[in-house]
Each structure stands twice: as structure tokens, then as C-alpha cells.
């Protein structure tokens, strides 16, 4: 998970600093590396019979990391990298984010994980 969260999202931030894109395109850039993944890794695991409820496991660690850190790496990368030269409009890139709305995403999405868990967990299936 090291390099996950710290090694991809830097090499997300020298890319798109290298590159010289664009704000919101390196924003972009900078939410795919720091997302977890490893959901493709599952289907690796079964398809070659390698050890799946390990894959599981670190998936959905990862992800419930990623709740945190994903936020924190890129308030890190655009708060470095995106500031603007006027002293009044710093973080600009950050301000023009609508956090209410990002945090009726995750609310919405992290209930709906925990209904699927005591759907999953309380009803058998057929």
C-alpha cells in the first residue's frame, strides 16, 4: 500500500508537472493515481488460482484507506503545485472544488456499501 499511496500519486504529481498540463487535467491525473485499486487483481487471482481471499483482503483495505488518503494526497500535490501568484487567490484549485457535493458522494456511496454488507451478511442467498 506504500507504494500505492505514495509512490503513484508522486509519480502522478512529476508527470503532470513534467508535462505541464493544465489544472484540471493534472487534478485528474492526481485522483487516478492516489485512487485505489487492485479490483482487476481479484479476477488475476482467480483466473490463475492464486490466493483470492489474500487479493480480497488488500483490496478492501486499500479502499477503505483510500478514504483518507486520496483526499490527503491531493490536497498535498495541489496545494504544492497549483497555487496561483497572487497572494489572495491561493489555492484556487482547491477552492473551486464544491465539497459539498464530494461529500454527498462519499455518503451516499459508503451507505450503499454498508447496506450490500448487512444485505450480504444477514439474508442467504438462494
Same mark, same amino acid.
Given at each position: 500500500m506504500l507504494c500505492q499511496f505514495v509512490l503513484f500519486p508522486l509519480i502522478g504529481y512529476g508527470?503532470? &508537472? *513534467?508535462? !505541464? *498540463? %493544465?489544472? %484540471? /487535467?493534472? @487534478?485528474t491525473l492526481l485522483v487516478i493515481t492516489s485512487s485505489p /485499486? $487492485?479490483?482487476f487483481s481479484s479476477w488475476?487471482? /482467480?483466473i490463475l488460482n492464486a490466493d483470492l481471499p489474500l487479493s480480497l483482503t488488500m483490496t478492501a483495505l486499500s479502499t477503505m484507506a483510500g478514504v483518507f488518503l486520496l483526499p490527503l494526497n491531493v490536497f498535498i500535490y495541489t496545494s504544492t503545485a497549483y497555487t !496561483? &501568484?497572487?497572494p489572495t487567490s491561493r489555492n484556487s484549485a482547491l477552492r473551486s472544488i464544491d465539497? $459539498? &457535493?464530494? *461529500?454527498?458522494t462519499v455518503g451516499v456511496v459508503s451507505l450503499a @456499501?454498508?447496506? $450490500?454488507?448487512y444485505c450480504g451478511s444477514n439474508f442467504a442467498s438462494p
Open positions: 508527470t503532470a &508537472v *513534467l508535462f !505541464d *498540463l %493544465p489544472t %484540471p /487535467s493534472a @487534478i /485499486s $487492485g479490483h488475476w487471482c /482467480s !496561483d &501568484v497572487e465539497y $459539498g &457535493v464530494l *461529500l454527498t @456499501i454498508a447496506f $450490500g454488507m
